[in-house]
């Protein structure tokens, strides 16, 4: 019986020093790389940390989502459908543009408004143009959705994260708009309403807007519906989900400004541009403040809010395009020397590919877009003489001798209709016989009761590399310190001395006590325009967990009290689960004004807390610390165990918290970038190789994955766009993975002269030489051959 209790008692002695299984760790070196880049260029006193954090952050996952990574590679529906829909943008371009004038684009130019400008009938015809999409099979899963996943995987460090985010997207925008057109005659002359989201921006709460009410975008809060939506909108990534306004801004009239009087590119994207100016970094917290499917790049266009979103972008982009052609220069030339801010500048080069067919960058400058094919319709203004936006959904707001539209809440909207009612009911009254009674209204439609705030749920879609399922999370409980923030500055509750009160400081105002305000001094760090709760006594503290080695975000508030000095607050936060292969989750906090609260993460065997990085490390070795789920979590925190009378709180298993302490000094780590090695001259990339598409040649038909290689009957990799290397994908992921080799890494395609495979940043592209050369994969180099392949662009008018 011995020999059993000595053995029991080495496993329990191995069992406490088998490693922490939810344990801190560094942030990847290249996120690294990125917080230095933004520390160069803004503050925390400057900028709403939160911006900043999420830009980093995102660009870090847009460059890491990779087809080696595990980030989804475009099906060959969505290929076909986008090789089908490219060529007729770069068609349309081709045919009246710059390149090569040969006849007028057909039709009349398109026209696009407000959303809340159009009539009824055309607000019907979009939406109804917009379901028809989503209702058309023909290519899987619908038309609608496929396209929406074009927006992922290789295209998202060419298309963002650089200039030729501008160009993407002006011909993205105008392929949906004819995918929407195709959908049948009556949508013929479809075009996409932008949504100018300063009209919430001037909002006093801009979450009450009526856009995202069942009248327009559907409602905004948990699972959307309603509205352009109809019933409901499944997608690929679950129910579509929104949260608005707990994160980002809308557009402030600010930031429009800072970009419109700009005039030269480099003002308004790249490395030389400053981040007031920087309108894609503007365009970002639109996308955080919607939330939900937004979020994330690889879902965003799952929302129809995206295009109306980035059609709105795009009319500023136009806006200053209009001031620069004013100001003299040749806005098809004008390109920025660093198109980039972190990193990726070779793929924002403006002789790289555009993305789309055989266009390159500088294509997407063309003045045809907005001289031959479609315009804009001014947003919508109103002044002190004529105080009418033209819209129900829009109210003239009057202050002084200053005058702007706003949008209208759903309740004003309906008061607005109700008012018309009384208003026609007296006039069809009036001919016959003048009356003093009161017209007989309509019952008051009721108007659905909105959250308060703090009552709304927040609702994640727990998608997980591309599957929404709540069971692919384990929960991790997160501590929370909050102390009181600048601007709250009372309580109202105060002490009374010798019969009298004193109003200098409430009870708990650690101004109060000079002991306590010693060490809760605040900073006066940036913060959004409006906060969600405004001035409040409860408020909430956002916490999201951001993937690092897969593709999720999950996000949670804790409520903390604001009245108090310093208070203690917890919430339970999802990661993916551990079961299969470790989590690398990165775990960030924010305050409902944009200010971050800085990680710090618990020493093992002590109850202090030091500053960390915020990234996580889970593996499901035991002792977990991770609840497999809610429940499960709450049960690791709270001992019931110990006195059954009273719960025990356990920290031993809280290993990370937030500071919430209200300073301006930079925490994020940061390491210089290493020099980017600079493109080899006279050597064009076309970074994604042509698939044809229905309409010039059979597809070959290929799925990313492994395959065979019939010649030498090695296991190779398909990696789509007709490149075959032969390699099997899992060794190519392992490579991949090596940052320090991956820069030098380059794969021939065994099926394609002209094709080569190169590694950037931990990424595969697919890569085509230009027209007359050929790859090769001795020199690593496009040299001049035999190859025929005759689809390449010429050289194209270069800045
Ligand atoms: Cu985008």
């Known amino acids: 019986m011995a020999w059993f209790f000595s053995l029991l008692l080495i496993m ?13 760790t560094d942030v990847p070196d290249e996120l690294t790389w990125n917080f230095h880049v933004a520390q160069k260029k803004t503050s925390m006193s400057n900028t709403p940390a939160s911006a900043i954090q999420a830009w980093c ?43 090569k004038r040969q006849a007028a684009p057909s039709g009349p130019k398109r026209r696009r408004k407000e959303i809340r400008m159009l009539s009824e009938k055309e607000l019907d015809l979009y939406f109804r143009a917009v379901r028809a999409a989503k209702a058309n099979t023909t290519t899987t899963p619908n038309v609608y959705e496929a396209l929406a996943e074009f927006h992922t995987g290789i295209t998202s460090i060419s298309a963002h994260g650089g200039c030729n985010f501008f160009g993407w997207h002006r011909v993205y925008l105008l392929m949906y708009e004819n995918m929407l057109r195709d959908q049948g005659p009556e949508f013929a002359e479809v075009t996409i ?10 909002m006093d709460q801009p979450t009450s807007t009526v856009l995202f009410t069942d009248r327009l975008l559907g409602t905004g809060s948990g ?97 200053f395009r209009m001031n620069s052609q004013r100001n003299g220069v040749n806005t098809e030339t004008d390109y920025p020397e660093n198109p980039t801010t972190m990193g990726a500048a070779e793929l924002h080069a403006p002789d790289a590919a555009l993305g789309f067919a055989e266009m390159t960058v500088i294509d997407g400058l063309s003045n045809t877009f907005t001289t031959e094919i479609y315009e804009y319709d001014p947003p919508p203004t109103c002044s002190v003489q004529n105080p009418d936006c033209g819209s129900k959904y ?127 001094k605040n900073g006066q760090p ?48 999802a990661v993916k689960n551990p079961a299969m292969e470790s989590t690398l989750a990165l775990i960030q906090a924010t305050d409902s004004c944009g200010r971050v609260c800085r990680p710090v993460c618990k020493k093992p065997k002590s109850n202090i807390y030091r500053p960390c990085s915020g990234a996580v490390r889970l593996t499901s070795a035991f002792p977990r610390r991770y609840g497999t789920d809610f429940g499960n979590a709450v049960m690791d925190i709270w001992d019931f165990i110990s006195d059954k009378t009273c719960p025990q709180f356990n920290t031993e298993n809280v290993v990370i918290a937030f500071n919430c302490d209200f300073q301006t000094d930079w925490f994020w780590p940061t390491k210089q970038p290493p020099v980017q090695q600079s493109v080899p001259p006279g050597h064009v990339i076309y970074k994604r190789g042509k698939v044809p598409g229905p309409v010039t040649r059979q597809a070959p038909h290929v799925e990313a994955g492994p395959i065979h290689n019939k010649v030498t009957g090695v296991p190779g990799c398909d990696l789509g766009y007709g490149c075959l290397v032969s390699k099997p994908c899992a060794v190519l992921s392992q490579e991949g993975k090596d940052t320090g080799l991956c820069s030098t890494l380059q794969y021939e395609c065994m099926n394609s002269c002209h094709m080569y495979a190169k590694c950037w940043y931990g990424k595969l592209y697919v890569q085509q030489c230009n027209r007359g050369m050929r790859y090769d994969p001795s020199s690593l180099k496009c040299v001049p051959g035999m190859c025929d392949y005759s689809h390449s662009s010429k050289g194209l008018p270069r800045a």
């Open 12 to 24: 329990i002695s191995l069992v406490s020093y088998v490693r922490a299984t939810v344990e801190p």
């Open 193 to 202: 309403p932008y949504w100018d989201s300063r009209l919430e921006a001037r």
């Open 526 to 573: 940036a913060k959004y325009d409006k906060c969600a709760e405004g001035d409040k006594r409860i408020s909430s503290v956002y916490i999201k967990s951001i993937g690092l080695n897969y593709d999720g975000i999950y996000k949670e508030y804790a409520i903390v009290d604001r009245r108090i000095a310093i208070t203690e607050s917890t919430a339970y936060i």
């Open 394 to 520: 829009l109210k003239c707001v009057v202050f002084r001798d200053n005058a702007h539209c706003v949008s209208s809440t759903l309740a004003e909207v309906v008061q607005w209709e109700i008012d018309q009612t009384r208003l026609t009911t007296v006039a069809s009254t009036l001919p016959t016989r003048p009356s003093t009674a009161s017209p007989s209204i309509c019952s008051t439609p009721t108007v659905p009761a909105l959250y308060s705030e703090h009552d709304k749920p927040y609702q994640n879609h727990y998608c997980l590399n591309g599957k929404s399922d709540i069971r692919q999370w384990v929960y991790i409980p997160v501590k929370v310190i909050y102390r009181r923030p600048p601007e709250y500055q009372s309580y109202g509750s105060y002490p009374i001395y010798n019969g009298k009160s004193s109003r200098t400081n409430d009870i708990y105002s650690p101004g109060a006590y000079t002991q306590v305000h010693q060490y809760l």
């Open 57 to 99: 952050t995102n660009v870090y996952k847009w460059q890491y989502d990779s087809i080696v990574h595990g980030g989804r590679n475009a099906s060959t529906g969505t290929r076909q459908l986008v090789n089908y829909l490219s060529d007729q943008v770069h068609l349309s371009v081709h045919r009246s543009g710059h390149v």
């Open 223 to 319: 699972e959307a519906t309603g509205g352009i939506l109809g019933s409901g909108w499944s997608t690929s990534a679950g129910p579509l989900v929104r949260n608005i306004g707990t994160d980002g801004p809308p557009m402030t009239d600010e930031a429009i400004v800072n970009v419109t009087r700009m005039t030269r590119m480099r003002e308004i994207c790249g490395a030389d541009s400053a981040i007031e100016s920087d309108l894609e970094f503007h365009h970002n917290g639109i996308h955080r403040w919607v939330d939900g499917q937004m979020a994330m790049l690889q879902t965003s266009a799952l929302d129809p809010a995206f295009w109306s979103h980035h059609t709105f972008i795009d009319f500023v982009w136009e806006a």
